[in-house]
C-alpha cells in the first residue's frame, strides 16, 4: 500500500497491510503509519504498488474513518495540483479536508433524533390524560405531536421529512433530558443517534420562481445545456446587473433535475451570504456552505452534508472547489478575474479557477466562467478557442447603466485643498441621495485612518520593523498597525521623528478617515463602514449586508468587499474615492486590476428601477486603467493590455513560475538567489528548449516585499511555455539540489 504523508514530504512511502485491515483498506482512506519515531497521518494512494523482496515493509497502524475521505476524482485532481504547483501530494489531499474535518470523526455530526413511537393522536390523548400530573411530560408529547403533524393540505411524509432534535425538543418544552427520556422508556418516544442534515430544510426559504429570461440569457443557457455531460469551458461576459446569477441558477436547476451535483465559488466572504440567500431561494436546504467564517462545527456538518450527498449545491470560497460533490454536473466560478481565487501564502499555491476548469474537465461536466471584467488570461483562451464566449450586453429589464464622471483630484486641490477625500460633485451627489432616501456605497481600498506617518523636514517615514511597509494610523484604538504581519504600537501625538526631531505628519487616507468625513458632512446620515477591522467577528458581513438592504444604513463605505457581486436596487450613487490606489502598485497587473475594480464597483449602482450615477475621483485621470473604465469600455481597454503583454511575452502569452528565497539572513538570502540563478543557467544550456519551454529567466533581485515578518526575499521569475516541463526538466532538480540552512526555497507557478 502506497501513503502520501501530510506536511512538506515529497515522497511517497510504502507500507504492509495487516490481516486485521485488509478489508477496510480501500484508496482514499486517511491512513495512521510510523515514519522514522514518530506516528503521521496520511493518505492511501495506491492498494498494490511494485514490491521490492529486499524491503522489510512496516505494517500501518490504524485507519482514521472507517470509509474514503478523498473521492477518487478528487485524488486525480490533486495529483494535477502536486504536479502543476510543485507540491507534495500529501499536503495537496490535506487541502482537500477542512481542518474540522481532519480533527473530528463522522461521529461529530450525528445528534439525538426524537420520534414519536406511537400514533400521534395516541401521544395527544395521553398528554390530556397526564394533565397536571405530569405537566412536563404532557409538554413533551404535545410538542412532538405537533412538531411531526402534517400541515394542511400537504402530505404526511416528504422526499426529506423533518425531524426533531433531542435539543430542540428540550429547549421547545422547557424541560431536561432525563425527562424525555423517561417517555422513550415507557414506549412513547424514539430517541436515535444519527446524521442529521434536515435542520437545515428548516431555516430556508421557500424556493421562489424564476424571473423570465432576456433573449442573451435564454441564448447562454440553451448553449450551456446543450453541452451537459461533456467537458466545456464557458466564459460569460456580461456587463454588471445583466443577469449572470440566473443563468447559474438555470443551468444548476436543469442538472438537479438529471441527479447531478452542482459547485459555485465566489471570491469573497462577503458575497456568500447574498448569494446563498439566492440559491437558497431557489433551491432550498440542498445547498451547502463552505467558507472560513463557518464555526469548526458547522464546516464539519457541512461537508459530511456534501460528502453523504443530502447537500446538492456547494457554494463557498476558494477551498469549496475540493468539496467532494457526487457526479457534478457543473462547476460555476463568479467574479472569475479575482485574484483571490490563488492561494499565495502556502502551499499548495493553486489558482481555484483554474483548479476548476481542470476538475471540470476530469468529471466531464461544463463550467461557466462568469465577470463583468473577464481575466485577460480568460480572453486570450477564447481567442485560442480553448473557451466559448457568450456575453450578456445589456441589463435585464432594459436598465440603463449608470451615468459615471471622472473628476480630476488635482484640480480640487488647487481650488478646494479642504476638499480633498470627498470632491464637490460627489458631495452633491451624495446630498441629493440623502434627500431621496436612497443610498450610497463609497469604495476605497485602503483600511484605517492615515497610511503613512512621514516627516516634512527629512522624509522619514515610519516603518514596521520587520515587514517593507510603512505603518498605519488606526484612530479607534490609537494605535499604528503593520497590515501585514500585525505588529502593533501605541500612537501618542505629538510623535517626533527619531531623525531630526521635528514632528511627524499624518498624510494619506483610509476608509476610517473617510467614515469621520462622511459623518462631518453629512451628521444625519447613517453610515456603516465595511472593512477588515469591522469584520473581523463571527457574522459580521452578513449583519452589515443585511442592515444595508433593509434600509437601516444609508451610506455604506467599504474595501473590495463591496466591489462586487452585491445587488441592492435603493442604491443609485456610487463614489470611487481613490482609483488609484491600485494603479502603482509594483506588479504587471495594476492596470487590469485598477480597470476591473473600478468597473466592477461602478456596476453597483443603478440595479434597480432608479437610475445610477457613479463618481470616480483620481489624481490620474489621464491613465488609460482609469478613463477607459469610465467609458466602460473594457473590451477597448483588455485589447490594449494584451497588445503591450504580447510585446514583451508576460501573462498569458507565456507562464511565470517565481522562485523565492527568503531567511532571516539577508546575506544568505541573497548569495542563495544568485547562486540558484546560475545553477539554472547551467542546467538550462544542458538541455534543449523544446524539453522545457523556459526562454527567459528575470532576476535574482528583491521580491516586491523585500521583507515580510521579518524575513528577507529574493525571487527569479521565469518565463516558460510548458509549466509542467519546466519543473519536471530543469527547476525542481536545482531547487531539490539547493539546500541552504536557514533560508527556504518556495517555488510559486502563476503567480498573481
Same mark, same amino acid.
Given at each position: ?7 512538506r514530504l515529497d515522497r511517497l512511502y510504502d507500507y504492509r497491510v495487516p490481516a486485521s485491515l485488509a478489508a477496510l483498506i480501500c484508496i482514499g482512506m486517511r491512513v495512521r503509519a510510523s515514519l522514522g519515531r514518530a506516528t503521521r497521518t496520511g493518505y492511501v494512494i495506491a492498494l498494490d504498488p511494485p514490491a521490492d523482496a529486499a524491503i522489510t515493509y512496516k505494517d500501518i497502524l490504524a485507519v482514521c474513518e472507517p470509509e474514503p475521505v478523498v473521492t477518487a476524482a478528487l485524488l486525480k485532481l490533486a495529483q494535477f495540483i502536486a504536479e502543476y504547483y510543485a507540491s507534495p501530494l500529501g499536503s495537496v489531499l490535506r487541502s482537500c479536508l477542512p481542518a474540522a ?19 400521534l393522536e395516541e401521544l395527544r390523548a395521553q398528554a390530556s390524560a397526564l394533565g397536571r400530573r405530569a405537566p412536563r411530560q404532557a409538554g413533551i408529547l404535545r410538542q412532538v405531536a405537533e412538531f411531526y403533524a402534517a400541515p394542511v393540505g400537504q402530505p404526511a411524509s416528504t422526499d426529506a421529512p423533518r425531524l426533531m432534535r433531542l435539543s430542540e425538543l428540550t429547549a421547545r418544552a422547557e424541560c431536561q433530558v432525563p425527562t424525555v427520556r423517561a417517555l422513550e422508556q415507557q414506549g412513547w418516544l424514539t430517541i436515535t443517534l444519527e446524521k442529521h442534515w434536515c435542520g437545515e430544510a428548516e431555516d430556508s426559504t421557500v424556493p421562489a420562481g424564476a424571473p423570465s ?62 448569494? /446563498?440567500?439566492?440559491? *437558497? %431561494?431557489? +433551491?432550498? !436546504?440542498?445547498?451547502?456552505? =463552505?467558507? @472560513?467564517?463557518?464555526?469548526?462545527? #458547522? ?55 483554474? /483548479?476548476?476548469?481542470? *476538475? %471540470?474537465? +476530469?468529471? !466531464?461536466?461544463?463550467?461557466? =466562467?462568469? @465577470?463583468?471584467?473577464?481575466?485577460? #488570461? ?375
Amino acid at each position: 500500500m502506497r501513503v502520501a504523508f501530510e506536511g512538506r514530504l515529497d515522497r511517497l512511502y510504502d507500507y504492509r497491510v495487516p490481516a486485521s485491515l485488509a478489508a477496510l483498506i480501500c484508496i482514499g482512506m486517511r491512513v495512521r503509519a510510523s515514519l522514522g519515531r514518530a506516528t503521521r497521518t496520511g493518505y492511501v494512494i495506491a492498494l498494490d504498488p511494485p514490491a521490492d523482496a529486499a524491503i522489510t515493509y512496516k505494517d500501518i497502524l490504524a485507519v482514521c474513518e472507517p470509509e474514503p475521505v478523498v473521492t477518487a476524482a478528487l485524488l486525480k485532481l490533486a495529483q494535477f495540483i502536486a504536479e502543476y504547483y510543485a507540491s507534495p501530494l500529501g499536503s495537496v489531499l490535506r487541502s482537500c479536508l477542512p481542518a474540522a474535518v481532519r480533527h473530528r470523526t463522522a461521529a461529530a455530526v450525528h445528534v439525538h433524533v426524537v420520534r414519536p413511537a406511537r400514533p400521534l393522536e395516541e401521544l395527544r390523548a395521553q398528554a390530556s390524560a397526564l394533565g397536571r400530573r405530569a405537566p412536563r411530560q404532557a409538554g413533551i408529547l404535545r410538542q412532538v405531536a405537533e412538531f411531526y403533524a402534517a400541515p394542511v393540505g400537504q402530505p404526511a411524509s416528504t422526499d426529506a421529512p423533518r425531524l426533531m432534535r433531542l435539543s430542540e425538543l428540550t429547549a421547545r418544552a422547557e424541560c431536561q433530558v432525563p425527562t424525555v427520556r423517561a417517555l422513550e422508556q415507557q414506549g412513547w418516544l424514539t430517541i436515535t443517534l444519527e446524521k442529521h442534515w434536515c435542520g437545515e430544510a428548516e431555516d430556508s426559504t421557500v424556493p421562489a420562481g424564476a424571473p423570465s429570461l432576456t433573449a442573451a440569457q435564454q441564448d447562454a443557457v440553451q448553449t450551456i445545456l446543450a453541452a451537459r455531460d461533456t467537458f466545456r469551458v464557458f466564459l460569460l461576459h456580461g456587463v454588471t446587473g445583466s443577469g449572470k446569477t440566473e443563468v447559474y441558477l438555470r443551468v444548476i436547476h436543469d442538472a438537479l433535475e438529471r441527479g447531478k451535483g452542482a459547485l459555485v465559488l465566489v471570491p469573497e466572504i462577503a458575497l456568500t451570504p447574498q448569494t /446563498v440567500e439566492r440559491f *437558497r %431561494a431557489r +433551491f432550498g !436546504a440542498r445547498v451547502a456552505v =463552505l467558507h @472560513s467564517e463557518l464555526t469548526e462545527f #458547522e464546516r464539519c456538518r457541512q461537508w459530511w452534508s456534501i460528502r453523504d450527498g443530502f447537500a446538492r449545491i456547494v457554494v463557498g470560497a476558494r477551498s469549496a472547489v475540493f468539496a467532494p460533490i457526487h457526479d457534478l454536473g457543473v462547476i460555476v466560478v463568479d467574479e472569475e478575474h479575482e485574484h483571490t481565487y490563488k492561494q499565495a501564502e502556502e502551499q499548495p499555491r493553486y489558482h481555484a479557477r483554474d /483548479v476548476a476548469v481542470v *476538475r %471540470a474537465q +476530469f468529471e !466531464a461536466c461544463p463550467v461557466i =466562467l462568469g @465577470s463583468a471584467t473577464p481575466a485577460l #488570461e480568460s480572453i486570450y483562451n477564447v481567442r485560442k478557442k480553448k473557451y466559448t464566449l457568450l456575453s450578456l450586453p445589456e441589463r435585464v429589464a432594459a436598465r440603463a447603466m449608470p451615468a459615471i464622471t471622472l473628476v480630476d483630484m488635482r484640480d480640487e486641490a488647487r481650488v478646494a485643498p479642504q476638499l480633498s477625500v470627498i470632491s464637490r460633485p460627489l458631495r452633491s451627489a451624495l446630498e441629493e441621495c440623502l434627500q431621496q432616501r436612497e443610498q450610497a456605497l463609497l469604495f476605497l481600498n485602503r483600511r484605517g485612518y492615515c497610511p503613512i506617518l512621514t516627516c516634512p523636514s527629512c522624509g522619514f517615514v515610519k516603518r514596521c520593523a520587520t515587514c517593507a511597509v510603512s505603518l498605519t494610523y488606526h484612530v479607534t484604538r490609537q494605535r499604528l498597525m503593520c497590515h501585514l504581519c500585525g505588529h502593533h504600537e501605541e500612537y501618542r501625538a505629538p510623535y517626533v521623528c527619531p531623525e531630526c526631531r521635528a514632528k511627524l505628519n499624518l498624510c494619506g487616507f483610509g476608509t476610517q478617515r473617510v467614515e469621520k468625513h462622511l459623518a462631518y458632512l453629512f451628521p444625519h446620515a447613517r453610515i456603516a463602514r465595511m472593512d477588515r477591522d469591522t469584520t473581523s467577528t463571527r457574522g459580521s458581513h452578513a449583519r452589515i449586508l443585511n442592515a444595508f438592504a433593509l434600509g437601516e444604513i444609508d451610506l455604506l463605505l467599504g474595501t473590495q468587499m463591496i466591489a462586487k457581486g452585491l445587488d441592492f436596487p435603493n442604491v443609485t450613487v456610487v463614489g470611487v474615492i481613490n482609483a488609484d490606489t491600485s494603479l502603482h502598485v509594483p506588479d504587471f497587473r495594476s492596470a487590469e486590476v485598477t480597470c476591473q475594480l473600478i468597473t466592477q464597483v461602478a456596476g453597483r449602482a443603478g440595479r434597480g428601477s432608479k437610475p445610477g450615477i457613479v463618481i470616480v475621483q483620481s489624481f490620474a485621470p489621464e491613465a488609460p486603467a482609469v478613463s477607459m473604465a469610465v467609458a466602460g469600455d473594457w473590451n477597448g481597454f483588455a485589447n490594449a493590455e494584451l497588445r503591450i503583454r504580447r510585446d514583451v511575452s508576460y501573462p498569458p502569452f507565456t507562464h511565470f513560475v517565481n522562485l523565492l528565497a527568503k531567511g532571516r539572513d539577508e546575506a544568505a538570502v541573497i548569495t542563495t538567489a544568485r547562486d540558484l540563478a546560475n545553477d539554472l543557467t547551467v542546467a538550462l544550456a544542458r538541455r534543449d528548449i523544446a524539453r522545457h519551454g523556459i526562454f527567459g529567466v528575470l532576476g535574482p533581485a528583491p521580491a516586491p516585499l523585500a521583507l515580510a515578518h521579518g524575513f528577507h526575499r529574493w525571487q527569479l521569475t521565469i518565463k516558460t511555455q510548458a509549466v509542467r516541463a519546466a519543473l519536471a526538466e530543469v527547476i525542481m532538480p536545482v531547487v531539490r539540489a539547493t539546500r541552504v540552512t536557514g533560508v527556504e526555497l518556495i517555488v510559486d507557478a502563476d503567480p498573481i
